[in-house]
C-alpha cells in the first residue's frame, strides 16, 4: 500500500493520528473513553493480561467503550517476563479478537525498572512473525537491537524514551535519532514521556509516532492532558516537515542590516 498523505502507515493501514494511547490506571472506564476521545488517537492498546476484552464474561469488557469499529485494537503483552508466556498472551487475543494479527510485544526484564529483556525480546518476535502476527515490539533505545528487529519482520519498533511510567522524557536523543536515521519501518517512542513537550521532541527527532499511557491517565486532568498531547505530536510532526533552522552559537539579526539610512 502506498502513502497518499502525511499519514502514518503500519502493517499496510494508514492512520492520521500520529498519537497511540494506552488505557490503564484511569479512575473508570468512563475517564478511559473520554481521554482517548480527546487524544484523537486511533490506535489503543490493551494490555490483555490486566485488561478485560471477552476472557472474562463476568466483568465490564472495555471493548464496550472503545469498539473495534472505531478504533485499531492493539494487545499488548504488558505483565510478561518470560517468551512463552508473551506468546500465549498473543495467541489468547488472537482468538478473542477473531484473528486479529496486531500486537504488542513487550518481554520484561525485571519488575523494578520494566526494563526489556532484549534476548527473549528478540525470540519471542521471531516466534510471532513465524506464526503470522504484525508484531509491534517494545524495546530499548538500541540503534543494533532496532535494526535486528526490523530486520526479523516486525512491523514497527518501539525504542523506549525512558523507564516505563517515569515520565522522565527523552533521555538519549541521539540513540533515537540513530534509529529513526537507520530505519525502513515505523519508529514508535514508547514509554517515559511525561508532558506534551516530551511528545513534540519525539516528533522533531522524525519518529513516526508516540505511545503513551501514563502520562495522560496519571495527569490532573487527564482528559485535558490528552488534548494537549494531541497537540504536541501534531506541532512536532509540522515542525520536523518544516525543517528547524539551523542552531547558531551567537546572535544573529532577524532584519537584514544591509543598506540600512544611519
Known amino acids: 500500500m502506498t502513502q497518499t498523505s502525511d499519514s502514518l502507515l503500519i502493517a499496510g493501514k494508514e492512520y492520521r493520528s500520529r498519537l497511540l494511547v494506552g488505557t490503564g490506571k484511569y479512575k473508570d472506564l ?4 473520554r481521554a482517548i476521545e480527546a487524544s484523537g488517537a486511533e490506535i489503543v492498546t490493551i494490555a490483555v493480561r490486566r485488561t478485560n476484552i471477552g476472557q472474562n464474561s463476568d466483568e465490564p469488557n472495555i471493548l464496550e467503550v472503545l469498539p473495534p469499529e472505531r478504533y485499531t485494537i492493539l494487545p499488548n503483552t504488558a505483565g510478561c517476563y518470560d517468551v512463552e508466556t508473551a506468546v500465549r498472551t498473543c495467541q489468547l487475543a488472537r482468538e478473542l479478537l477473531d484473528g486479529h494479527p496486531l500486537v504488542k510485544l513487550e ?3 525485571d519488575q523494578k525498572t520494566l526494563f526489556p529483556d532484549v534476548m527473549a ?19 530499548n533505545d538500541d540503534p543494533i537491537v532496532a535494526r535486528e528487529l526490523e530486520s526479523m519482520g516486525c512491523v514497527a519498533v518501539m525504542p523506549l524514551a525512558a523507564p516505563i511510567g ?25 514509554a517515559g514521556v511525561g508532558t506534551a513537550s516530551d511528545a513534540a521532541e519525539a516528533m ?10 501514563t502520562a495522560i491517565a496519571a495527569a490532573k486532568h487527564p482528559v485535558l492532558m490528552a488534548s494537549a498531547m494531541r497537540k504536541g505530536i501534531e506541532a512536532g510532526r509540522e515542525a520536523y516537515l518544516a525543517g528547524r533552522m539551523a ?4 546572535a544573529s539579526a532577524s532584519s537584514p ?3 540600512l539610512f544611519f
Not at 207 to 213: A, E, H, K, P, Q
Not at 247 to 250: D, G, L, M, Q, S
Open 30 to 33: 468512563d475517564e478511559t473513553a
Open 107 to 109: 518481554v520484561l526484564g
Open 121 to 139: 525480546t528478540l525470540k519471542a518476535a521471531e516466534i510471532l512473525v513465524k506464526d503470522g502476527f504484525q508484531v509491534m515490539v517494545y524495546t
Open 166 to 190: 517515569s515520565g522522565l522524557g527523552i533521555r538519549n536523543p541521539l540513540n533515537i535519532l540513530t534509529i529513526v536515521e537507520n530505519a525502513k519501518v515505523p519508529i514508535i517512542v514508547d
Open 204 to 213: 522533531e527527532l522524525g519518529c513516526d509516532g508516540v505511545l503513551m499511557n
Open 247 to 250: 542552531a547558531k552559537r551567537y
Open 257 to 259: 542590516i544591509e543598506g
